[in-house]
């Protein structure tokens, strides 16, 4: 049964990383669930409730998170949210990450949460992560 995989990872900054799990989307046991409409709204504005729960419907639709850590992650509102939506006790995804650089922040709601973290930004860093991903949180 194919692992599927929401990804969450900033919009603006990461996108070529999303493009590459694209392309790696073709290997038969991963399956990744991309949402194809960048938020481009505040977090806390009008149409964001809209969007969280478009968000939430196709987060429900994975049984894993993976996070593409980036230079502004750590910033990112919407990426918090994604990682806190994903720990709630109706999704309990499981969460693995990998980060862009090793320099790069973790975003806080990472920590303490048990996420496998892929040393490198590889198919096989990635499936490993994936591979040793749990919900215990």
Same mark, same amino acid.
């Given at each position: 049964?194919?692992?599927?995989?929401?990804?969450?990872?900033?919009?603006?900054?990461?996108?070529?990383?999303?493009?590459?799990?694209?392309? $790696?989307?073709?290997?038969?046991?991963?399956?990744?669930?991309?949402?194809? !409409?960048?938020?481009? /709204?505040? &977090?806390? @504005?009008?149409?964001?409730?809209?969007?969280?729960?478009?968000?939430?419907?196709?987060?429900?639709?994975?049984?894993?998170?993976?996070?593409?850590?980036g230079e502004k992650s750590h910033k990112?509102?919407?990426?918090? $949210?994604?990682?806190?939506?994903?720990?709630?006790?109706?999704?309990?995804? !499981?969460?693995?990450? /990998?980060? &862009?650089? @090793?320099?790069?922040?973790?975003?806080?709601?990472?920590?303490?949460?048990?996420?496998?973290?892929?040393?490198?930004?590889?198919?096989?860093?990635?499936?490993?992560?994936?591979?040793?991903?749990?919900?215990?949180?």
């Amino acid at each position: 049964m194919a692992k599927k995989v929401f990804i969450s990872y900033d919009h603006s900054e990461d996108r070529h990383y999303k493009d590459l799990l694209r392309a $790696w989307d073709a290997n038969s046991n991963f399956e990744f669930e991309f949402d194809q !409409r960048s938020p481009n /709204v505040a &977090i806390n @504005s009008e149409d964001a409730t809209r969007i969280k729960q478009s968000l939430a419907r196709k987060m429900g639709e994975a049984n894993y998170l993976l996070v593409i850590v980036g230079e502004k992650s750590h910033k990112s509102n919407w990426m918090q $949210w994604e990682i806190e939506r994903a720990k709630q006790s109706d999704m309990k995804l !499981r969460l693995a990450a /990998v980060k &862009i650089s @090793s320099g790069y922040t973790t975003p806080s709601a990472l920590l303490g949460s048990g996420t496998s973290f892929a040393v490198s930004f590889t198919r096989d860093g990635i499936i490993n992560a994936l591979n040793s991903a749990s919900n215990n949180y």
